[in-house]
């Protein structure tokens, strides 16, 4: 087990007393990476964020530097921050919103700065009160403190920021269905193509939206460089990460890593972090990404945390959450409960995603209840399949955003990994866990 | 106007064969060209796709090999390889249909839709065949009411959005709206706030599946039992394509057809749901004949012998002259031709009037160069100078309205108060009453005005004056001008607008009109002559006597009153018999004093109508008419538009189509009209109407004219299209007069298996009746202009009556036709009428739901008309002490009426607006017909 020498970078600030207060950020270093990138030409900042090999932190993990080059050539551009936080077990960004919004700012500024935008956004989940309420503290602190607004620092240069509250639903943390929101509208998620937010992004102009987490990494990336950052990991996976583990481990939360050098067997054992499977428990499987990726089981444990290495697993390291299931976990009902978060959660849009997951969803209760049919177990693969043609990894899909074919992976996981757990519930017309 | 660039081209592979395609289109929309039919159901052709539904997914090919790609939203492009067929697709539209059943609660047995149901129909062709969901369905309570038409099944519901896409996207009226997630979904209105949208019905006509019912057609009938014919709405002037439908004889339903230059499918609910009058309880079916106080049934022989013998002794003791006939733009053109005929040939009067005085001068309509509504909403300007289109003509709102949201079209509205497209136009003037001349010639004279306009503030006209010059100048000699031109408000007179139609004239070279009058067929009947001063085919009375004489026997010299002078002279006792077609002056006519004056003064009065009117019920003999859907024949829309009407049901009772009663009248007076059936009048106009030459019935039966011929037939009108192939998903219920779709969709099915060879799709075939029509026309005047000698020929228009006394024998004299008039549209100044500080101007407008019979005797619309109140803007009713929501008292020089007065900042100061002809006492008590505006004062109760 490896605990790495590399420095905390997005949560540096959190044991500071008032860590949110403007006092407590300016006292640390807070501002510095937006005053150093004013004196720089756009194209240098931009040059050490590509440098950096940022990937971005909301899931997708598309390179931050990248993204930013691929806007449409038009006026105006805007730039909105995704903090609509949402998925269970994500619980990184809701840290960074509540204990240090400055930093998620100067991240934003530096960015719009650097992209050209004409005004940014932050869209923030509507639950976080304390998050909401913080952020805008902060937002007025900045502007009090000429950090955002008119001629911020003398610079000459202006923009204005706004925060968005969210109305409670995680498909508004899809970027175009984020997008619609902020418009005023219902959070459908737009069709891609040809809504790329690159180029018809907010009110159709083109738009970067970048996660909360990968903002608050960039003044860091300013300040010392982006080479500073991209020493620290491996491949395409550099710097540091925030990894939410939870679940059966006996220290639940936060831990900011290096890429690449930490495992997954690391973050869930490794007294500095999850401490190891609460009672001494084996370990049955464990979520490497998020609710929406593929599971693993112990024998994945060693895997590096770099995405691309993850990916070619099989499933993805997403919104970086972990989530560990000791042996006492019935894989039907977890994979019942996660249908059901995607149920509720679907938008009603796509007909497969809509329909699908309440459907599937009322299936695998039916089995967890003792009710289920040997049938059941192919038609679970079957109805996924029609939601994510081929179950292959990166997923195909016949709905228009992510979310459809977000419905499969636990079931899929439980089914391919768990499969005589099911027969065991279909057979003795009961959950053999109790529960 | 300049013809529409053809689309580019590209070239897609489609299932393995090359298909060409039209630039910028969507997959699902070439192949469907094509003949490849890819299912969907929330793609609708007349809306922008949303891709929703995923039943349109087809493989298309990317660099990373093929991906699902749904059809409707994904243009073509040049090399582009589709397929439809692969086993990929196949289980994609299964999976879809099968998730689509999982919350369906298959109740098709009992659902109005069953049995025409795009969601049955392609679970069949495309479907799984069976389920494997075996849990329990999403339950909700069914019906829900949106409002007093539609109603929702929320079980039934696929969440394709067709609805409130067309609610906010076509209509404009965002009233419904998804509301909750995932499958919990649902179409809502808002709390409180009913789906009150004029154009409601059209969501249940596109609904894919039973949602959405209709409580007039609501388990009135099985698709399997109803037969349909094609025919025109005719409660309004656009004249929207219908498809009308029975079952045992009797209408059931009304569903729009895609006319593409006129309605493109929408209706607005009058015209869908006014059917329910044509079998009203109310409907008199039978002869009335005046016996004492009470009108008493008889037979038709004893009805139509009182009428000859009053007309015939009106005619012997008065002359011609004191009879009038007031209507007729209700019927069929052959009605309307045949009454115009009995007028002229046989009671010898020119007295006929198709308008109520609340139109525009006849002379003014047919004077005018018409525009086709495609060329309204392809012009580079279109000037507004109308009643609110939205409540008068409907569909032409929704038209227009999509005209300036999609084309960008500058809409420059002059009118009294706001109206429903105020929001959409560039710029929006707001004049005082009985002043719109005024304001036309300041927008197109010379220099800006620098004082105040007819109530407008200067900077307001020259804001619309640069707006008119920066198009002149962006386009130059291309810009083309439609001026839609109405009669905004019944309580000021029609001069002023003939006045700015000839400002209009003048000011833009080659500009066109669309009239704006109201009543279904009345074009036609001005067309027909039903109007003081002209004859059939929009010739003058001048210059058509000698051609109609010889065709008639007789036509009268001098020229008629119009429906005011009758109503006058009928007061002083000077009329000794009036013939009501359709017409309830007492309600319709703008005066409702002189209207009363007018009935009790008449001599026999003669009403030929379906109900007993307030009129009927004064009138000495009512004869019972068949109405649209009972009887066939030819009807002709604003734009000049002859389309064939259908008939579907046998009249009630013993009514009769007008003309039988018309040429029976005749018969009993000595005189033959000379024909015996619709389609004998029909050629006889096609003969002698200048207007409708080459306009033959075979013609118009063809499918060239599936849309409809505008009159008259020439190089300067639009040419006439072949239909394009109807999408069978956009228009479920209506039977296609080709194939049923769903025949189409089983062929296709069995094409894609190899079983059927696939056929050209969109083919009429046969030969193109168009391409004779015009020959046929030239062959016509030809014959005439053929010389023989003994025959003289009388060729110019001007010159008949002349020529005609020149001739040396009368007897073998033959006068060509001549052609449609020019009428001199008025240049002489409307007066300025003076402002009195004391009072407001009165605006009476129509309102979509009124006193009409059609909504009156349909049970579902009654209750949507609205008692009357006034409205006035709130520093109007600032300065007069009243509060809005009060009692007033309005007091005009004819009448006081005690109503409600509401603020409202859309009517201008000075003004005061009030709806025309709504249940109850209203503006017809206030209005004096014969003044140039009607000043109201509101007096405290």
Known sequence: MTVTDAPKIVTRHLGNADSWTLKSYVDADGYQGLRKALTMPREEVHEEVKKASLLGRGGAGFPAGQKWAMLRKAEPIYLVINGDESEPATFKDHMLIEQDPHQIIEGTLITAYTIGAAQAFIYIRGEFAKGLERMTQALNEAYEYGAVGKNIFGSGWSIDVIIHPGAGAYICGDETGLLESLEGKRGFPRIKPPFFPAAFGLYQAPTVVNNVETMSNIPWVVMNGGDAFSAFGDNRSRGTRIFSVSGHVVRPGNYEVEMVKTTFRDLFYDPVYGGGIRNNKELKAFIPGGASSYWFGPDKLDTPLDQDEVGKLGTMLGSGSIVAMDETTCSVRAAWRLTRFFHKESCGQCTPCREGAGWLEKILQRIEAGRGREADLDLLLDACDNIAPGLTWPPKQTTICPLGPSIPSPIVSAVRMFRDEFLTHIKEGACPHGS | ?941
């Open chain 2, 1 to 941: 106007m300049a013809p529409k660039k053809p689309p580019d081209k590209v070239t897609i592979t489609l299932d393995g064969r090359a298909v060409e395609a039209n630039k910028g289109e969507m997959i699902i929309a070439a192949a469907e060209r094509a003949g490849v039919y890819i299912p969907r159901f929330c793609y609708h052709p007349r809306m922008k796709p949303v891709g929703m539904c995923r039943m349109c997914l087809v493989e298309v090919v990317g660099p990373r090999g093929p991906a699902l790609t749904p059809a409707c939203f994904v243009a073509v492009s040049d090399g582009q390889v589709v397929n439809t067929t692969t086993p990929g697709v196949k289980k994609a539209q299964d999976g879809v249909l099968e998730f689509l059943l999982v919350n369906h609660p298959l109740d098709c047995p009992v659902c109005d839709k069953g049995g025409e149901c795009p969601l049955q129909d392609q679970t069949l062709a495309f479907g799984p065949g069976e389920t494997r969901f075996v849990e329990e369905k999403r339950h909700w309570e069914k019906p829900i009411a949106l409002s007093e038409l539609v109603l929702l099944d929320r079980e039934r519901c696929i969440q394709c959005a067709r609805c409130t896409r067309f609610a906010d996207e076509i209509a404009g009226d965002p009233q419904i709206d998804f509301s909750m997630r995932g499958d919990m979904v649902e179409v809502a209105t808002f709390p409180g706030q009913p789906f009150t949208s004029y154009f409601s019905g059209n969501t249940v006509q596109i609904c894919p599946v039973g949602a959405l019912t209709s409580t007039p057609y609501r388990f009135k009938a099985r698709p399997w039992d109803i037969e349909q014919a094609e025919s025109s709405c005719t409660t309004c002037a656009v004249g929207c394509r219908v498809a009308v439908q029975s079952s045992g004889d009797h209408i059931t339903r009304k569903l729009g057809v895609d006319s593409d230059p006129v309605n493109q499918s929408w209706l607005c609910d009058k015209g869908r749901f006014d059917w329910e009058s044509l079998s009203s309880a109310e409907r008199i079916t039978a002869p009335l004949v005046r016996k004492g106080d009470e009108l008493v049934e008889v037979a038709w022989t004893e009805a139509l012998d009182a009428v000859a013998s009053a007309l015939q002794k009106a005619r012997e003791v008065h002359g011609g002259g004191a009879i009038g006939m007031i209507g007729g733009a209700r019927l069929a053109n052959e009605d309307a031709y045949a009454w115009s005929k009995l007028a002229r040939a046989v009671l010898g009067t020119d007295n006929v009037d198709a308008q109520l005085g609340d139109g525009l001068p006849a002379q003014t309509v047919l004077g005018l160069p018409r525009a086709t509504i495609d060329q309204a909403c392809d012009a580079s300007a279109v000037i507004l100078l109308a009643p609110d289109l939205k409540e008068e003509l409907p569909v032409l709102y929704l038209r227009l309205r999509a005209a300036v949201k999609d084309a960008k079209l500058p809409l420059i509205e002059l009118a009294e108060q706001r109206s429903g497209l105020t929001r959409h136009a560039a710029a929006s003037l707001l004049h005082r009453p009985g002043e719109a001349h005024v304001l036309v010639r300041a927008l197109t004279a010379a220099a800006d005005p620098t004082a105040e306009v007819a109530g407008v503030a200067p900077a307001e006209v020259v804001a619309a004056r640069q707006l008119l010059k920066g198009i002149g100048e962006k386009e130059g000699e291309d810009a083309t001008y439609v001026v839609v031109l109405g009669r905004p408000s019944l309580a000021s007179g029609p001069a002023p607008f003939a006045d700015a139609a000839a400002t209009l004239l003048d000011a833009f070279p080659g500009v066109r009109f669309l009239t704006a009058l109201r009543r279904g067929n009345v074009h036609g009947a001005l067309d027909m002559g039903l109007a003081p001063g002209t004859l059939p085919g929009r010739v003058s009375q001048s210059d058509g006597r000698a051609w109609f004489a010889q065709a008639w026997g007789q036509v009268p010299d001098t020229t008629g009153m119009d429906t005011t002078q009758m109503l006058v002279e009928a007061s002083e006792g000077r009329l000794a018999a009036l013939i009501l077609l359709g017409a309830d002056p007492l309600s319709d006519f703008p005066d409702r004093s002189l209207a009363r004056k007018g009935l009790q003064g008449a001599g026999t009065v003669v009403a030929v109508d379906c109900f007993l009117t307030e009129s009927a019920k004064k009138a000495d003999v009512f004869l019972p008419a068949a109405t649209y859907a009972e009887r066939a024949g030819t009807f002709t829309n604003m734009e000049g538009r002859v389309v064939r009407l259908g008939q579907k049901v046998t009249a009630p009772g013993v009514a009769w189509p007008d003309w039988m009663i018309a040429a029976e009248l005749a018969f009993r007076m000595g005189k033959e009209l000379g024909f015996d059936n619709v389609e004998g009048i029909w050629d006889e106009i096609e003969r002698l109407s200048p207007a409708h030459t080459g306009v033959t019935s075979n013609l118009l039966a063809s499918l060239v004219a599936k849309d409809g011929v505008v009159v008259p037939m020439g190089a300067a009108d639009p040419p006439m299209h072949k239909p394009e192939p109807l999408d069978p998903m956009a228009e479920p219920g209506i039977i296609a007069a080709e194939t049923h779709w769903i025949s189409r969709l089983t062929t296709i099915e069995a094409a894609s298996t190899g079983e059927v060879e696939r056929g050209p799709q969109g083919d009429v075939g046969g030969q193109d009746p168009l391409a004779g029509a015009t020959e046929d026309a030239a062959a016509v005047s030809s014959d005439h202009n053929v010389s023989d000698p003994g025959i003289t020929l009388v060729t110019e228009p001007d010159a008949d009556v002349a020529a005609e006394h020149d001739v040396s024998d009368p007897g073998i004299t033959l006068v060509t036709r001549p052609a449609p008039t020019r009428f001199a549209v008025p240049a002489t100044s409307a007066p300025v009428p003076p402002i009195d500080a004391y009072s407001l101007r009165l605006i009476a407008t129509h309102q979509l739901w009124d006193a009409g019979v059609g909504v009156q005797h349909s049970s579902h619309l009654a209750g949507l008309a609205a008692a009357p109140s006034l409205r006035a803007n709130p520093h109007d009713l600032k300065r007069l002490g009243h509060e809005s929501g009060g009692r007033v008292k309005a007091v005009s020089p004819r009448g006081s009426l005690v109503l409600t007065v509401e603020a409202d900042t859309g009517v201008p100061r000075g003004s005061v607006a009030l709806g025309f002809n709504l249940p109850g006492e209203g503006a017809a008590d206030l209005i004096d017909a014969t003044a140039a505006i009607t000043n109201v004062r509101l007096d405290s109760v």
